[in-house]
């Protein structure tokens, strides 16, 4: 068994491999296509209609090998394709959180771009063992030894061809196995790829070979004892052995081997599934999984991957079918998951019943009975799971670690347009949030205004269209906003006081509270240094959760506070009228008194921005982002092609997609992640305030 993921930059070509290996693997009797809308795992209409990948989608194949150590052995490969577009980076990190390894797609043109680093990150985090796919080399400026040095220098890989290329570009003609040591040669009257030839390296690329050989020799040879002492000894590595090396060195994340091809050609897509069975991990060849007991104690537990042992289950994908309602995507780490079993879920501490355990191909379903240690399966009936949740025996309950998302950046109002919407509008809301980890809804309290939060535009876009098409809901949405931030520059001391005398018993808090500022990305931290018990314990959490409740809204223009240390230093109380309100709003006050005196300082989020664009057009993409306020931070040529790399603020980046094609005649490309907030120009400060103090108004008539 193979559970991998199939990741990359968006438009690198990771669902026209997955369709290839669906193709090759016998799931599917004629190749679909991306641009076409006919992709198996492109199955909702905004994908098929955009051309894109917005939710990963499961599907299981099986192969056979005809080399090697596993030649004649059945395997059973679960894929996950992932999208490529930032704004679906969640989708990614919940994928790669439960996979044991990954093939990483790379265009040969423009090597490794902004997105292959961030899902590179993402596998690093996870500690996912991968080969590298570099994909188009059957287009112009497709070189495969400068996107393999990308791999190296940008991404810090120990990577190494495994296969060479016969010919790029149009003459892009076959493959080199290194390990075999043969060449796999295409029939050109074969357009689906299915037949090669396999024969004799052709005499103008043996000598490239054999160095390409003694090159993957040396570097395994510096991780790996076995190749070391053969190498050193001047004995040849034969195949069996130099495979059995790869493996290991691939597992041991020291090492990534790379495969040249063309999905879309239907080259080296064969040699991929190959690599996968071979160099990729079954759940076996891991590291027990760690968990949490739950005795009270949180001790390490470590889950082997074994069908005698008491169930270990992660859920980390909702989805919603309109024939079986919802589906919650588990793999399984430990024990096996039945038809009909009563599981425990450690979070909520309820016990439910799967009523029905599904395999999912794409959006089809196919029923099974059990799902064995290392399998990934969809449940039917268990109504109170979300992402994260551990899926346990309750007789021996563990918690999982979930996979984490980042935090939303844009924001915007959204209205349904009749009052039968209203309700639509909120069960449609809390289903995809439901779904989608990184997509927020709240509520603001003054002008009841229901907010939706996303990681972009596109995402936002993608969700309002979702309403419209699934949930049949009419709404409008306002204009997006921007999550602005505040944080502060020195150190300041605030006290704050509650007093209150009503003829009865009255109300009392008083708290002194330091504020200093934190490292960028720290977030919020509250210490307790009440020495001497001027404030009793049991009025400390109401004063840390007046200063977490006041670091809500700053006082630059009334948005979240970010990157502080609060001490609580100080403070007094009264024997009879003091109580948790009365601290709890004094630690509210010496939050906002600090907050005055601490240099507030208002920061905005920036976007990585990488514009592909033809030279006669880098002038013009230039100034434009220089006109956005942006950073320019570095500029590439590759093949007649301007790679401008830069930081842009979020606010300016908006409609950014129509105007780089309308300067580029539609020949420029463009991509931006979420990189880090920066404080605001004071010119755009005062526009903020402007708009922060209209808004407050508006509320207050």
């Known amino acids: 068994m193979r559970n991998i993921g199939i990741a990359a930059h968006i438009d690198a070509g990771k669902t026209t491999t997955t369709e290839r290996i669906l193709f090759y693997t016998g799931v599917i009797h004629k190749v679909g296509e991306v641009h076409d809308g006919t992709a198996v795992t492109d199955w909702m209409e905004q994908e098929r209609e955009r051309g894109i990948t917005i939710t990963s989608a499961a599907i299981s194949c099986g192969w056979t090998t005809k080399h090697g150590s596993f030649a004649g052995i059945s395997f059973r490969i679960n894929i996950i394709d992932t999208p490529g577009h930032v704004d679906f980076t969640a989708e990614v990190?919940?994928?790669?959180?439960?996979?044991?390894?990954?093939?990483?797609?790379f265009c040969a043109v423009a090597g490794v771009q902004p997105q292959s680093e961030t899902v590179w990150r993402q596998m690093n985090k996870y500690n996912v063992p991968?080969?590298?796919?570099?994909?188009?080399?059957?287009?112009?400026?497709?070189?495969?030894?400068?996107?393999?040095?990308?791999?190296?220098?940008?991404?810090?890989?120990?990577?190494?061809p495994l296969f060479l290329d016969i010919g790029s570009e149009d003459e892009f003609a076959g493959l080199i196995d290194l390990v075999r040591m043969r060449a796999y040669v295409y029939d050109g009257s074969d357009k689906d790829g299915v037949r090669f030839d396999d024969v004799e390296i052709p005499d103008g690329e043996r000598a490239r070979a054999e160095k390409a050989r003694m090159d993957l020799i040396a570097a395994l040879a510096d991780l790996d004892d076995a190749v070391a002492e053969k190498y050193l000894g001047e004995e040849?590595?034969?195949e069996h052995e130099l495979r059995a090396a790869i493996r290991r060195a691939t597992l041991s994340l020291r090492f990534v081997g790379v495969i040249p091809g063309s999905a879309f050609k239907n080259r080296g897509v064969q040699m991929v599934v190959d690599s996968i069975v071979d160099y990729l991990p079954n759940p076996c060849?891991?590291?027990?999984?760690?968990?949490?007991?739950?005795?009270?104690a949180s001790s390490d537990v470590e889950l082997e991957p074994d069908d005698?042992?008491?169930?270990?289950?992660?859920?980390?994908?909702?989805?919603?079918?309109?024939?079986?309602?919802k589906l919650v995507f588990c793999r399984v780490y430990a024990g096996q998951l039945r038809k009909g079993d009563v599981v425990y879920n450690q979070r909520t501490r309820k016990s439910e019943r799967v009523s029905r355990l599904v395999v999912m191909k794409a959006n089809q379903r196919e029923d099974i009975d059990v799902a064995y240690s290392g399998d990934i399966c969809a449940v039917v009936g268990v109504k109170g799971v979300v992402t994260g949740d551990t899926l346990c025996d309750g007789a021996a309950s563990v918690r999982l670690e979930p996979p984490t998302f980042p935090e939303s950046v844009i924001s915007m109002s959204i209205e349904p347009n009749s009052k039968a919407d209203q309700e639509?509008?909120?069960i449609a809301l809390q289903r995809l949030a439901e779904e989608d980890?990184?997509?927020?809804?709240?509520?603001?309290?003054?002008t009841k205004q229901t907010l939706i939060s996303g990681m972009g535009e596109l995402h936002l876009d993608i969700i309002r269209d979702r309403l419209f098409r699934e949930f049949k809901v009419e709404a409008t949405a306002g204009k997006p906003r921007i999550a602005y931030r505040e944080t502060i520059t020195v150190r300041a001391e605030g006290e704050g006081k509650f007093i209150r005398q009503s003829g009865g018993r009255g109300q009392y808090g008083h708290a002194v509270v330091v504020l200093e500022p934190a490292e960028k990305g720290a977030g919020v931290q509250v210490l307790n240094e009440i020495v001497g018990g001027v404030i009793p314990k049991e009025y400390i959490k109401p004063v840390e959760d007046g200063i977490l409740e006041g670091a809500h809204g700053g006082i630059v223009a009334g948005y979240p506070v970010v990157d502080f240390v609060a001490r609580i230093v100080d403070g007094s109380f009264h024997e009879v009228d003091s109580s948790e309100l009365a601290f709890k709003m004094a630690g509210i006050f010496a939050f906002?008194?600090?907050?005055?005196?601490a240099q507030a300082i208002l920061l905005e989020p920036i976007m990585k921005v990488e514009v592909a664009t033809p030279e006669e057009y880098q002038g013009d993409v230039v100034g434009d982002i220089n006109r956005r306020r942006g950073q320019i931070q570095s500029m590439d040529g590759k093949s007649g092609t301007c790679i401008a790399l830069s930081f842009v603020p979020l606010e300016e980046m908006s409609g950014y997609a129509t105007d780089v094609r309308s300067l580029t005649k539609g020949r420029a490309s463009h991509s931006m992640e979420p990189s880090h907030f920066a404080q605001v120009p004071a010119v755009v400060l005062k526009r903020v305030v402007e708009a922060s103090s209209k808004q407050a108004a508006a509320r207050t008539i």
């Open 424 to 426: 639509k509008l909120s």
């Open 285 to 296: 060849d891991l590291p027990p999984v760690h968990g949490f007991s739950d005795d009270g």
């Open 93 to 105: 990190e919940r994928s790669l959180r439960v996979l044991d390894g990954c093939v990483a797609v």
């Open 592 to 597: 906002k008194e600090a907050m005055r005196k």
């Open 130 to 160: 991968r080969i590298a796919f570099v994909n188009k080399m059957d287009r112009t400026g497709a070189n495969f030894a400068s996107a393999i040095d990308d791999i190296r220098n940008k991404l810090g890989g120990n990577a190494h």
């Open 437 to 446: 980890p990184t997509f927020r809804i709240a509520t603001d309290p003054e």
């Open 236 to 238: 040849k590595v034969d």
């Open 308 to 325: 005698g042992a008491k169930l270990a289950a992660l859920a980390f994908k909702i989805a919603y079918d309109p024939y079986v309602g």
